[in-house]
């Protein structure tokens, strides 16, 4: 089956309590392992805020990607949808399914009256930095995390 065969099996949707498991697989790939329990409970949390959205990528009945996302608010600047988090399944990359996300994620966007969508990737993910500049996302700026534990 050719990519633009396998393209036009493609389907993008809400992501739902359901995918639990796939999610978790995936977060693993991206090197946030989580068990399904836990994504369960995510994904329960996340259904009930109307600032956030996550889609799923499914192919053949099969989830072979996720992006979530949401609605940033802050005095210093204008609202923004941060794209979270955006992974493809190996061997399912470079068919368009992460483009195919990223649209869902600006058309809820733009749902959302909200005219930017951001990412922030970590400096050692370079492929990603070049499948985000393909897809016309612009660098715009580079800074440190820091973070502080509470427990």
């Known amino acids: 089956m050719t990519a633009d065969n396998r393209s036009s099996l493609l389907s993008v949707r809400p992501l739902d309590i359901d995918d639990a498991e796939a999610v978790s697989s995936l977060s693993t790939q991206l090197g946030y392992p989580c068990d399904a329990a ?32 949401s609605i940033e608010r802050h005095l210093q600047s204008p609202d923004v949808v941060e794209l979270g988090g955006l992974v493809v399944a190996e061997g399912h990359r470079g068919l368009g399914i992460g483009r195919r996300l990223c649209e869902a994620v600006e058309e809820w966007a733009v749902r959302q009256e909200i005219p930017r969508v951001r990412v922030r990737s970590q400096i050692k993910r370079q492929d990603a930095h070049r499948f985000y500049l393909r897809d016309g996302y612009e660098h715009v700026k580079t800074s440190e995390v820091f973070e502080k534990r509470l427990d």
């Open 38 to 69: 836990t994504m369960h409970e995510r994904i329960h949390r996340l259904a009930n805020s109307p600032d956030r959205i996550a889609f799923v990528a499914v192919l053949e009945n099969i989830v072979v990607g996720w992006a979530d996302a």
